[in-house]
C-alpha cells in the first residue's frame, strides 16, 4: 500500500443546488440509507490517510458535532472560514498542514469507487505538481486536456500552445505536491484559477483517467436521489428503514423507500420510489411517489431521475437479485409492466412461459403474461411492484401480522404441492423436471465448489468421507414423497402488493421434488430470521391446510422428519449461490447473508451429526 498521505476533504460550501434540502442539513451530512456521504466518504479514504483536513462555514456547528461523535473525531483537524475562501482559499488556509508532503484533495460531495492508491502512485511517479482524477462524463466535460493527458484548460480558458485537444470532467478528486500551494494567494481564491497560473509559469498539471468507475456528484436533488438509489441497489435492498423511524408498518409501500432518522408516517400513506429524511412527518392518507420528503418540503422529482438518470425514463432498470436475466419497467402514460429478457434459445425461457400458464390455471398468483417474442427470447408481465416479502419485513412488524402474511405465503405452497401436483401431466415441461438424485448432489457439489473451496479456501485431507455423507443424504431426499415445488421459495421471491397479497415469481426453475424443501427454503431464510415459535405455529398451519385439502400421501410425521434433509440440503444450495454470486458474478452484497446461512447449517447439523459426521466437521469449521 502507498505511503499514507494527508487529505483535505472541503466542507464549507452553502449547497445551494440543494435548498430546499440544505436548509436542514448541510451537504455533507446527506444520508445514504443511514449513513452521512461524509462518513461514506471518510470511511472509503481512512486507509489512506495521515490526518485529515476539513474547512467549515455553513452549518459549522452541525458538522463539528457530527465530527466529535465520529471514530474520526482523532484525525480530523478543522479549518473555520468566516468569510468563505473559496477552493483556492481553503487550500491556502490549511497550508500548515497540506504542506507536510503530497496532499489528496476530495470533494464531499462525491461518491465514487476509483483505485484511491493508484491516484496517488501515478501522482508520486510524474513530475506533475497537480493530478486531476478525470473522466469521461458529458455533462460535466469541461476539462481540456492534451494527447498526453496534461490539462491544458478548464472551460473556456485554454492555453494555446499544444495543438488539439479533447474534454472531459473532473471527478473532484486530486492528488497534488505541496509546491502548488505557492500559486494560491490569501485570501480568497479559486483553484481552478491557480490551476491555470501553474500551467503558465510552466509547471505541468497531469491528470489520471478512471472513466468507468462509479462517479456521483448529489450536488442536485435528481443527482442526490439517483445516489440513494444507486447505494441500495448496491447493497441489493428496496426498502431501508432506520432503527427510529417510525409508522412503516402502516405504510403502503412499492419501489424504493427511503425513511431516514426519526423520519414518521401516520396511517393510509402511500410512498413509492421515496425518501424521507430525517426528522420528516407525514400525515394521514397522503399518497408519495417519486418524491424527497423533509420536514416541511416536498421535492417532486420524474422516475427516470431517480432510477435510471441517464436513459429512457419509460424504460427503466429493475431488480438485484442473483438472476442472469434482465428486467425493465415499461410506462405507457400511467400503466406499467415489466420486460423480462431471457436471450434467444434458453430453456428457463420455454418453461418460465408454459409454467405460467398452468399455474395460473390452478390458481397460483403468478404474474400474468402480457406480450410474446420467442424469437428474441422475451416476454412482457404484469407489474407486481417492487415490494418482496424481504422488503416488507424490513419495517418491524407485530408477531400476528407476519403470522397472517406467512399463512398467505403458505396457502400458494399448499396450491402447489395439491392442485397444481395433482394435474401435473397437463405441464410436459414440469414432469420432465425432477429434482432428484442427480440434482440434489450438484447442489451440494456447487456448496463445495463454491463455498467451502471458493470463498473459504477450505480443503479436506479426505473428501471421500464427505462425499459419501453427502450421497447418503441426496439418497435420503430424494426418497422423500414428492409433489410440485417451486425450488426457490424464499422471501425474495415473494412480492407484496399494497392489500399485502403475496404472489410469486421466479418459479421457472419449479420442479418435482419433496415440498419440506419448499417449506425449509421459506422458513428457514437466510433473508430473515423467524422466531422460532412463530416458526412452529407456521409449520402447523402447512400441515393443517395440507390436511384439510386432502393432499395424496401426505402424512405429517413423514413431512416433518423430511425437514431435516431438506433443510441441510436447502443451506448449502444457498451458501454455494451466496458464494457464486458474489465471488464468479461480482454482486457483493450476497455476503451479507452468509453469517446467517452458516448459523443455519451449523445449528441443523448439530441435529444430525452422528448421521452425518464429516459433513458436521466442514461445518464446524466455518
Not at 434540502?21 to 445514504?32: D, G, S, V
Not at 400421501?553 to 433443510?567: H, I, N, Y
Request: proline fraction near 5%.
Amino acid at each position: 500500500m502507498a505511503e499514507p498521505v494527508n487529505i483535505f476533504i472541503p466542507a464549507a460550501g452553502l449547497g445551494e443546488r440543494l435548498r430546499p434540502i440544505t436548509y436542514e442539513i448541510p451537504k455533507p451530512l446527506l444520508p445514504i440509507a443511514g449513513r452521512p456521504v461524509l462518513a461514506i466518504i471518510l470511511e472509503r479514504l481512512a486507509c489512506h490517510a495521515k490526518r485529515f483536513g476539513m474547512n467549515l462555514h455553513y452549518r459549522k456547528d452541525d458538522l463539528q458535532a457530527w465530527i466529535e461523535s465520529s471514530a474520526f473525531r482523532e484525525g480530523i483537524v478543522l479549518f473555520p472560514e468566516e468569510p468563505l475562501l473559496g477552493t483556492g482559499g481553503a487550500l491556502k488556509n490549511a497550508e500548515g498542514l497540506l504542506s507536510e508532503g503530497v496532499f489528496l484533495v476530495h470533494n464531499s460531495d462525491v461518491l465514487c469507487d476509483m483505485d484511491i492508491e493508484r491516484l496517488i502512485e501515478v501522482h508520486r511517479s510524474s513530475e506533475n505538481v497537480v493530478t486531476l482524477a478525470v473522466h469521461d462524463f458529458p455533462d460535466f466535460n469541461t476539462i481540456a486536456v492534451d494527447g498526453d493527458g496534461f490539462l491544458r484548460g478548464v472551460g473556456v480558458s485554454l492555453i494555446h500552445d499544444q495543438g488539439e485537444t479533447r474534454r472531459v470532467a473532473f471527478t473532484g478528486i486530486a492528488a497534488y505536491s505541496p509546491d502548488f500551494l505557492k500559486f494560491l494567494p490569501k485570501g480568497v481564491s479559486s483553484v481552478v484559477d491557480a490551476w491555470l497560473y501553474a500551467l503558465k509559469s510552466g509547471m505541468r498539471i497531469g491528470t489520471h483517467d478512471v472513466s468507468g468507475c462509479y462517479w456521483s456528484d448529489i450536488g442536485t436533488p435528481s443527482a442526490y436521489a439517483a445516489a440513494v438509489v444507486e447505494a441500495m441497489r448496491a447493497d441489493g435492498e428496496i426498502v431501508y428503514i432506520h432503527s427510529t423511524a417510525r409508522g412503516c408498518r402502516h405504510v403502503a409501500m412499492d419501489g424504493y423507500v427511503v425513511m431516514e432518522e426519526k423520519s414518521s408516517a401516520e396511517h393510509g400513506v402511500s410512498l413509492r420510489n421515496c425518501i424521507l429524511l430525517p426528522g420528516s412527518r407525514l400525515t394521514a392518507g397522503g399518497s408519495f411517489e417519486n418524491s424527497i420528503i423533509g420536514p416541511a418540503f416536498e421535492i417532486p422529482l420524474k422516475e427516470g431521475e431517480m432510477l435510471s438518470p441517464s436513459g429512457d425514463g419509460n424504460i427503466i432498470p429493475i431488480g438485484s437479485g442473483g438472476s442472469e436475466r434482465k428486467y425493465y419497467r415499461l410506462r405507457e402514460g400511467k400503466r406499467s409492466s415489466v420486460l423480462v429478457q431471457f436471450g434467444s434459445g434458453s430453456e428457463d425461457f420455454d418453461r418460465h412461459i408454459a409454467y405460467t400458464d398452468f399455474f395460473r390455471r390452478y390458481s397460483v398468483p403468478v404474474p400474468a403474461l402480457l406480450r410474446l417474442d420467442r424469437e428474441r427470447g422475451e416476454a412482457v408481465f404484469e407489474d407486481l411492484g417492487d415490494l418482496s416479502l424481504y422488503g416488507w419485513l424490513k419495517c418491524p412488524r407485530s408477531v400476528e401480522e407476519t403470522l397472517r402474511l406467512y399463512r398467505k405465503v403458505l396457502d400458494i405452497a399448499v396450491t402447489m404441492h395439491t392442485d397444481v401436483t395433482d394435474h401435473v401431466a397437463e405441464c410436459p415441461q414440469l414432469t420432465e423436471k425432477l429434482f432428484d438424485y442427480d440434482h440434489l448432489r450438484w447442489e451440494t457439489g456447487y456448496f463445495g465448489e463454491n463455498f467451502v473451496l471458493g470463498l473459504r479456501g477450505m480443503r479436506m485431507k479426505d473428501s471421500s468421507l464427505l462425499e459419501k455423507d453427502l450421497h447418503l443424504l441426496a439418497r435420503k431426499a430424494d426418497s422423500l414423497p414428492k409433489t410440485v415445488i417451486h425450488r426457490d421459495f424464499q422471501s425474495q421471491n415473494i412480492m407484496v402488493t399494497k392489500v399485502e397479497i403475496p404472489r410469486v415469481i421466479d418459479y421457472q426453475g419449479a420442479r418435482i421434488g419433496p415440498p419440506a424443501y419448499d417449506i425449509a427454503s421459506l422458513l428457514w431464510d437466510p433473508y430473515y430470521r423467524i422466531q422460532e415459535t412463530l416458526r412452529e405455529r407456521l409449520l402447523d398451519y402447512y400441515v393443517g391446510r395440507m390436511e384439510a385439502k386432502g393432499a395424496s400421501g401426505f402424512d405429517e410425521e413423514t413431512f416433518r422428519s423430511a425437514l431435516l434433509p431438506c433443510r441441510l440440503q436447502r443451506h448449502m444450495q444457498a451458501l454455494g449461490a451466496y458464494a457464486f454470486l458474489s465471488v464468479v458474478k461480482g454482486k457483493r452484497y450476497f455476503l451479507k447473508h452468509v453469517e446467517e446461512g452458516v448459523r443455519l447449517l451449523k445449528e441443523d447439523i448439530e441435529a444430525a451429526r452422528e448421521e452425518y459426521p464429516s459433513l458436521y466437521e466442514v461445518a464446524s469449521q466455518l
